[in-house]
T-cell receptor, first 110, second 113 residues
Framework: GQQVMQIPQYQHVQEGEDFTTYCNSS?????IQWYKQRPGGHPVFLIQ?????EVKKQKRLTFQFGEAKKNSSLHITATQTTDVGTYFC??????????FGKGTLLTVNP | DTGVSQDPRHKITKRGQNVTFRCDPI?????LYWYRQTLGQGPEFLTY????????KSRLLSDRFSAERPKGSFSTLEIQHTEQGDSAMYLC???????????FGPGTRLTVT
């Protein structure tokens, strides 16, 4: 996969606050995948974005793919303690191995 | 449960010993992947199989590591002469050919003392 930079590395919020994590690339991406890993758990596939400007929603989660296909974001509205974990964005340059970065670790204070 | 399973879930071994881990993918998935994850890092790709063929190995996979998928179903990952630096979570994932999403197992946590 192509190299993407994800920020922030850590985010601590109060329950009920919103949260956003961003992924940026210097090159055009063919697609972006998002995974979530709970503490002590394994990565779980959330979504894949392919089209320029694509926006997809899953309940309180909103995923966006930039118009230039060089950036992506994940926004969580009104965080809950169940949202705790590390969120990874991954550029799927090929449809096999995943190249994970460090992701964004979200902690939520109840 | 029809997800990816891994065995054992935890393994403690002494330096220099050999260990073997098993992964059972989702039954209809012909692709199987191994990753290694250390604390605070994302998983790192080690190798992957399409059916029984091992198609790519990472440079992270030294000669002490070997993986097999003899019948295109379950896979084993063996580490010979373990070192303390091998301590990590070893994750297995599977997918169907052409699908981007991978389904991960719970992992095997290896501790080398």
């Amino acid at each position: 996969g192509q190299q993407v930079m994800q920020i922030p590395q850590y985010q601590h919020v109060q329950e009920g606050e919103d949260f956003t994590t961003y992924c940026n690339s210097s090159t055009t991406l063919s697609n972006i995948q998002w995974y979530k890993q709970r503490p002590g758990g394994h990565p779980v596939f959330l979504i894949q974005l392919v089209k320029s400007g694509e926006v997809k929603k899953q309940k309180r989660l909103t995923f966006q793919f930039g118009e230039a296909k060089k950036n992506s974001s994940l926004h969580i509205t009104a965080t809950q303690t169940t949202d705790v974990g590390t969120y990874f964005c991954i550029s799927g340059g090929s449809n096999y191995k995943l190249t994970f970065g460090k992701g964004t670790l979200l902690t939520v204070n109840p | 449960d029809t997800g990816v399973s891994q065995d054992p879930r935890h393994k403690i071994t002494k330096r220099g010993q050999n260990v073997t881990f098993r992964c059972d993918p989702i039954s209809e998935h012909n692709r199987l992947y191994w990753y290694r994850q250390t604390l605070g890092q994302g998983p790192e790709f080690l190798t992957y199989f399409q059916n029984e063929a091992q198609l790519e190995k990472s440079r992270l996979l030294s000669d002490r590591f070997s993986a097999e998928r003899p019948k295109g179903s379950f896979s084993t990952l063996e580490i010979q002469h373990t070192e303390q630096g091998d301590s990590a979570m070893y994750l297995c994932a599977s997918s169907t050919e052409g699908a981007y999403e991978q389904y991960f197992g719970p992992g095997t946590r290896l501790t080398v003392t």
